[in-house]
């Protein structure tokens, strides 16, 4: 019996993608999805960082049909209405028709695709992991989770922000993306590729339960406290999600991944869920070869993990600190439980031409430490440099290793010494915009 290299269970985006990197690395990868594609599915609107990671995989293809932001009104820090303008970066896709083609990519790269098929819950068995199907047992090395919200491999979770559930409807006609904010809600609208329109509001579950009687009552009332739907439809077919932000507590082992929302959600304010799925699984899939090629693997578990808690802290940080610049209704329990004041970000001392001849040194809340690294195709300890301003630890700037340069502060006594030894090493004007660089993000200072 064929015994897989990964078995990956679920093909939405995360597992797609995680599944055609692993077998574009030479594993032997198999996709198990429980519905038939096209399905449909909510999520139609991709940040902009979303174009970049497909270019990178070769499938901008994916994004064909898409509909190009047309700007956004926007009511949230008060009672004005504010016309945004438009990202081309940012699109508005169908869900179905997004998800089939990477899926199709998946499968080109030579990934088997067994859909619909029903797996039951996962095993460790004498020589891997043992996916009960119907008639049938797989058999794998290596267990990629991408089954999302459904968490096909169980396991504990940890709330990153209050319980939210998400009411939503389409209907047919057009109309400018809007977001805006009442007392007990926020809600989104965007234009659908297809011709249709749909809203979301999203909202405390203890709301829903004292509405349950007529949800598409209280859907109405919520669009109409942020005055900014009055030209839709009365609709009726109103459906319900959950939209809660949560982390799984243990979403990497030496035999196993999870991967998009079977690793982790975000906040719907962020817009991101597509594009930090996406970048989890291309996390998972270096984590993945690393270990399944007896590369370093606690520096491989590491970094997933890493990576997953950076990118949920930036996000939790982010989301709270937007929610408390509203003010209209913030003394309301809705945004109460979710805003928080942001931290104190003051901008560091700007260089000056004095600066050139004072001794420099390390800010003191920065370091060089061990840090596992992608490294090309797998992980590794490099020495990179961490501070609580940046969003993950960085090894390399403009393709030049950091720490060697940085060692230098040890014998340079002032910030012109440190630029003829890092001169030796690159170009001037490099050494230049690189202590520039450090200066500006409060890594180096000057004393």
Known sequence: ????????????????????????????????????????????????GVRPLLDVLGLAHALDGSLPSQGVLVRWEDATTREVAPDPRAVTVDRGRFDHALLAAARAAGVPVRQPTRAGRPRRGPEGWEVPLRHDVLRARFLVDASGRHRVCGGTTTATGPRTLALHAAWPGAGPTRIGTGPQAWCWGAPLPDGAFRAMAFVDPDLLRR??????????????????????????????????????????????????????TLDPLTSSGVDSALHSAMAAA???????????????LAFYRDSRDRTVARHTTWTAAHYDRHQPYR???????????PPDTRAPRPLTPADLHRPVRLSADAAVVPTPCPVGDVVTLRRALTHPSLPAPVAHVADTELAPLLDHLDHARSLAELLRAWSAHLPARQAEATAKWLFDQGLLVTT
């Open 1 to 48: 019996m064929t015994t897989w290299d990964v078995c990956v269970l679920g093909g939405g985006p995360a597992g797609s993608v995680c599944a055609l990197r692993l077998a574009r690395l030479g594993h032997r990868v198999v996709l198990l999805e429980r519905r038939p594609f096209p399905r449909p599915h909510v999520g139609e609107a991709l940040s902009p």
């Open 286 to 300: 270096v984590t993945v070869h690393t270990l399944l090629s007896d590369g370093d693997r606690a520096a491989a």
């Open 211 to 264: 509405h349950a009687f007529d949800v598409a009552r209280l859907y109405h009332h919520l669009l109409d406290t942020t005055g900014l739907f009055a030209d839709r439809p009365r609709v009726l077919d109103v459906a319900v999600c959950d939209a809660t932000a949560y982390r799984d507590d243990t979403p990497v082992t030496e035999d196993s991944v999870k991967v998009g929302e079977a690793a982790f």
């Open 331 to 341: 003394d309301q329990p809705f945004w109460r439980r979710r805003a928080a004041r």
